[in-house]
């Protein structure tokens, strides 16, 4: 039977980065239990839509926005809607888990419910995710991750 350990910032230390900056995270650990370490994290970048427009007939629907650059960033973008249309809330999503290079297309194949849903009741939500993880000794792994997210709505 394993036990699984997790490590907190210490109550009213609140981590002070921006969103973009390098952090360096310094663990004092606890004798025993936690072995002390740091670990050095670029976090995630404020997100930078393109243009977002509504296809019609069988264009697919185009998704651009400021690539995050390399392996440690990805993209999930949330297209929330309401199904049926009659709903008074966004109800059902189209999730996907991208690649952060910047771009992404979904077929007019699976928008069907979103082009039906009414446009005050259609949000997209766009989060970029960047994540680092140390091996620090054979039982312990550091992983920090954090994330900014944009969200959209449509206009009639």
């Known amino acids: 039977?394993?036990?699984?350990?997790?490590?907190?910032?210490?109550?009213?230390?609140?981590?002070?980065?921006?969103?973009?900056?390098?952090?360096?995270?310094?663990?004092?650990?606890?004798?025993g239990t936690?072995?002390?370490?740091?670990?050095?994290?670029?976090?995630?970048?404020?997100?930078?839509?393109?243009?977002?427009?509504v296809p019609t007939g069988t264009t697919p629907m185009n998704f651009s926005w400021n690539a995050g650059g390399d392996?440690?960033?990805?993209?999930?973008?949330?297209?929330?809607?309401?199904?049926?249309?009659?709903?008074t809330y966004p109800n059902e999503q189209i999730y996907c888990s991208l690649r952060d290079d910047g771009?992404?297309?979904?077929?007019?194949?699976?928008?069907?419910?979103?082009l039906a849903s009414p446009n005050d009741k259609r949000v997209l939500q766009i989060t970029?995710?960047?994540?680092?993880?140390a091996l620090i000794d054979s039982r312990t792994i550091l992983h920090v991750a954090s994330s900014v997210d944009t969200s959209l709505t449509f206009q009639p």
């Open 1 to 31: 039977d394993e036990t699984y350990l997790r490590y907190s910032n210490p109550e009213n230390t609140p981590f002070s980065y921006g969103s973009g900056e390098q952090a360096q995270i310094s663990i004092p650990g606890d004798a």
């Open 34 to 53: 936690f072995p002390a370490s740091t670990i050095a994290v670029r976090l995630a970048e404020p997100i930078i839509p393109g243009v977002i427009t």
């Open 71 to 87: 392996s440690t960033s990805a993209i999930i973008l949330s297209l929330r809607y309401a199904n049926p249309a009659s709903s």
């Open 103 to 114: 771009a992404h297309q979904l077929p007019t194949s699976a928008l069907a419910a979103f």
């Open 128 to 133: 970029r995710w960047r994540t680092r993880e």
